[in-house]
């Protein structure tokens, strides 16, 4: 059973547009959600994390939204760049510890020139 | 700061062997988690260390373990090798356990191809 999903496997964007990624997640325990990025052969680097007492941060193009009704928290990229093509990574934690983070299976994100 | 290095990079093996991964942490850092990242299954959890001890285990069997040195390196094996165990396996470190998670740090991973 999948805690944190990421429904849509990949996503095309024009460059100078806004991406928008998806997560979603069943744990009502979760209180930490981070964003990682991954190029092919590197790993996992963090991109921007939300605490869930907040709803809203923002770190220069990037920006997560989380709705804690809803469960679901989303990435906004603006405007998108070609550099910015790689898998993302959504993660959520409870206990607000890095031991056992939970990811989603990631989205590709391919930004066109 | 020289980052997370993770050896070997590529690995080959044969269904039924057994494998052994490095990974060095940053430097000053103490914390080290493993995962296991899979098509099928996206990036899964295998353990944590801290202080040569583990703190957090997944749900893996216990054909996968690992252990931590007292410089922090920590090595993960793999006994009876099966073909699902291929994989890209990760090594995070951060400075403490129970830390924030945005303080976690990967390494490049070790591709291990079951055969």
């Known amino acids: 059973d999948q805690q944190v999903k990421q429904n849509s496997p990949s996503l095309s964007v024009q460059e100078g547009r806004i991406s928008i990624l998806n997560c979603d997640y069943t744990?009502?325990?979760?209180?930490?959600f981070l964003w990682y990025k991954k190029y092919p052969a590197e790993g996992p680097t963090f991109l921007i994390s939300?605490?869930?007492?907040?709803d809203k941060n923002e770190d220069g193009r990037f920006t997560v939204f989380l709705n804690k009704s809803a469960k679901h928290l989303s990435l906004h990229i603006v405007p998108s760049q070609p550099g910015d093509s790689a898998v993302y990574f959504c993660?959520?934690?409870?206990?607000?510890?890095?031991?056992?983070?939970?990811f989603g299976k990631g989205t590709k994100l391919s930004v066109k020139p | 700061k020289a980052g997370v290095t993770q050896t070997p990079r590529y690995l080959i093996k044969t269904r039924g062997q057994q494998v052994t991964l490095s990974c060095s942490p940053i430097?000053?850092?103490?914390?080290v988690s493993w995962y296991q990242q899979t098509p099928g299954q996206g990036l899964q959890f295998l353990f944590e260390?801290?202080?040569?001890?583990?703190?957090n285990k997944g749900n893996f069997p216990g054909r996968f373990s690992g252990r931590q040195f007292s410089n922090s390196r920590s090595e993960m094996n793999v006994s009876t090798l099966e073909l699902g165990d291929s994989a890209l396996y990760l090594c995070?470190?951060?400075?403490?356990?129970?830390?924030?998670?945005?303080?976690?740090?990967f390494g490049p991973g070790t591709r291990l191809t079951v055969l």
């Open positions: 939300i605490s869930s007492i907040k």
């Open positions: 995070a470190s951060s400075p403490l356990a129970g830390g924030p998670p945005d303080t976690q740090y």
């Open positions: 993660a959520a934690s409870a206990g607000g510890s890095q031991g056992n983070l939970i």
């Open positions: 430097s000053g850092h103490r914390s």
């Open positions: 260390y801290f202080s040569e001890t583990q703190r």
């Open positions: 744990n009502s325990m979760f209180d930490y």
